[in-house]
């Protein structure tokens, strides 16, 4: 059974704060992760890939990976109230297309 | 990024009626689609996978004759609900998979609020 654990949050930091947002999974076959951002009532929107050990910068948004840890997690420097919303964490294995998503973490960000 | 349209992004209908979403990947081709189902407050559940050319694969619990799959281009995917009721209310979203090498990627639809009444 694939699982994906993120802790459901609420977690709240003040505007200008960095928010960091931790994703752990449970099969080492997993290849490709991903950030998705749902803000209420609306579907997810890809915020970033990442599949390689490593840092990924892009902008505000840093993910990070760690194949040997089993972890995967997104920085968001200099938060805003606009990047309130639910962050899912999403892997998928190589050779297939199915993503395995994990329940989600809420991000609240008080001006 | 690419992108994935919906229609109609929201629809009311009575109990019994069938309602057809549509699923549109605008810049790129996709030979693969998925359609899931969100309740309020709830995780996103994948409901199917819809591939070009081929029949639907479901998701365990997922009733094939009640929840229509036709995906006949590299574009486009529908959902039908057939008999509504109330119990379908809920947020169908599409995704549609973008091949690149190791980028491969899901990008969504906005989704359809269906309302049975």
């Known amino acids: 059974q694939k699982e994906v654990e993120q802790n459901s949050g609420p977690l709240s930091v003040p505007e200008g704060a960095i928010a960091s947002l931790n994703c752990t999974y449970s099969?080492?076959?997993?290849?490709?992760f991903f950030w998705y951002r749902q803000y209420s009532g609306k579907s997810p929107e890809l915020i970033m890939f990442?599949?390689?050990?490593g840092d990924k910068e892009d902008g505000r948004f840093t993910a990070q990976l760690n194949k040997a840890s089993q972890y995967v997690s997104l920085l968001i420097r200099d938060s805003q109230p606009s990047d309130s919303a639910t962050y899912l964490c999403?892997?998928?294995?190589?050779?297939?297309?199915?993503?395995?998503f994990g329940k989600g973490t809420m991000l609240l960000v008080s001006p | 990024g690419a992108v994935v349209s919906q229609h109609p992004s929201w629809v009311i209908c009575k109990s019994g009626t069938s309602v057809k979403i549509e699923c549109r990947s605008l810049?790129?081709?996709?030979?693969?689609m998925f359609w899931y189902r969100q309740f309020p407050k709830q995780s996103l559940m994948l409901m199917a996978t819809?591939?070009?050319?081929?029949?639907?694969?479901?998701e365990q619990g997922v009733e094939k004759d009640k929840f229509l799959i036709n995906h006949a281009s590299l574009t486009l995917s529908t959902l039908t609900v057939t008999s509504a009721h109330p119990e379908d209310s809920s947020f169908y979203i599409c995704?549609?998979?973008?091949?690149?090498?190791?980028?491969?990627?899901?990008?969504f639809g906005p989704g359809t609020r269906l309302t049975v009444l």
């Open positions: 990442i599949y390689s050990n």
């Open positions: 995704s549609a998979f973008q091949t690149s090498g190791m980028a491969d990627t899901q990008y």
């Open positions: 819809s591939n070009e050319g081929s029949k639907a694969t479901y």
């Open positions: 999403a892997v998928m294995n190589s050779g297939y297309s199915t993503l395995t």
């Open positions: 810049d790129f081709q996709a030979t693969t």
């Open positions: 099969d080492r076959g997993s290849q490709s």
